[in-house]
């Protein structure tokens, strides 16, 4: 397939997936199966790209923290952000200096769709019984932070759905509250990991390799789906729950183990 077309239909599916609770990379993953493997910098980057929706949608948040920088639950939510990231970051650095590699066969990522689709159901029910509590605990966010090297680790968790998930769990039962906080963790992480990548690239010579064009119309693609997306998810979990989306997950993932019974 043409390249150019190849990094258009990532950068959809990229876009599509980054913040929909069925996880990015297990599509990526499957994706490039038809469409052509890429480097780790192209899917960081395009993962930056949704991100950099997200901070766009969200950039009046952002932009309040810095004017109410003096009130006490500015600085309280803030200090919950850093530290989910510096969990997440410490924890990153630690797997890559160990040679950890995402798994390359369809299987895992199989599982992992199903396993989470579950948990995704048994979690939202949980969690209901509960009064509804938007606040976020100092628990809430160590507990993102872990869930969003989980989900690092194992492609088909997804990083929206263990952190949404986790939090609602934890405490914050709030869909909403639950899933800002778990978006905006996700900005540092992914620009953090974006530019560990392309430091990486540079220092190692990769950069006369790498398909830069491709590369930016995949960013551009990712930016302007996912913006699309976040907009319709975050309307949608106002008053909807996120069964079809666990239910997508168990589809997928049975689908995948039936077609590609030896892991692909």
């Known amino acids: 397939m043409n390249d150019f077309i190849s990094a258009i239909l990532l950068g959809i599916v990229e876009g599509i997936t980054e913040f929909l609770p069925i996880s990015s990379t297990g599509h990526l993953l499957i994706a490039e199966r038809w469409l052509g493997a890429r480097s780790d910098l192209f899917n960081v980057a395009i993962q930056a790209g949704a991100i950099l929706a997200v901070t766009f949608i969200y950039w009046r948040t952002l932009w309040s923290f810095v004017l109410n920088w003096r009130r006490p639950e500015t600085r309280d939510y803030v200090a919950k952000l850093a530290?989910?990231?510096?969990?997440?970051?410490?924890?990153?650095?630690?797997?890559?200096?160990?040679?950890?590699?995402?798994?390359?066969?369809?299987?895992?990522?199989?599982?992992?769709?199903?396993?989470?689709?579950?948990?995704?159901?048994?979690?939202?029910?949980?969690?209901?019984?509960?009064?509804?509590?938007?606040?976020?605990?100092?628990?809430?966010?160590?507990l993102v932070?872990?869930?969003?090297?989980?989900?690092?680790?194992?492609?088909?968790?997804?990083?929206?759905?263990?952190?949404?998930?986790?939090?609602?769990?934890?405490?914050?039962?709030?869909?909403?509250?639950?899933?800002?906080?778990?978006?905006?963790?996700?900005?540092?992480t992914m620009y953090a990991a974006t530019g560990y990548e392309l430091l990486k690239t540079f220092s190692h010579g990769g950069a006369a390799g790498e398909d830069w064009t491709g590369l930016a119309v995949a960013f551009v693609v990712s930016t302007l789906v996912a913006f699309a997306a976040v907009k319709w998810l975050l309307g949608y979990i106002r008053s909807h729950r996120f069964t079809p989306f666990a239910i997508y997950r168990i589809a997928l993932g049975v689908a995948l183990l039936l077609f590609l019974p030896a892991g692909g």
Do not use: C, D, Y
Not at 98 to 126: D, N, Q, R, S
Not at 152 to 171: D, E, H, K, Q, Y
């Open 83 to 142: 530290v989910a990231f510096l969990i997440t970051a410490v924890l990153g650095l630690i797997a890559t200096k160990l040679g950890f590699k995402l798994p390359e066969t369809i299987t895992p990522i199989a599982w992992a769709l199903i396993i989470g689709g579950v948990w995704m159901m048994a979690a939202e029910k949980l969690a209901a019984k509960h009064p509804e509590r938007t606040a976020v605990t100092w628990r809430v966010a160590i």
């Open 145 to 188: 932070g872990l869930a969003q090297m989980v989900a690092g680790i194992f492609p088909g968790t997804s990083r929206s759905a263990s952190t949404i998930f986790v939090a609602m769990l934890a405490g914050t039962n709030n869909r909403a509250a639950a899933t800002e906080f778990a978006f905006l963790v996700g900005i540092p």
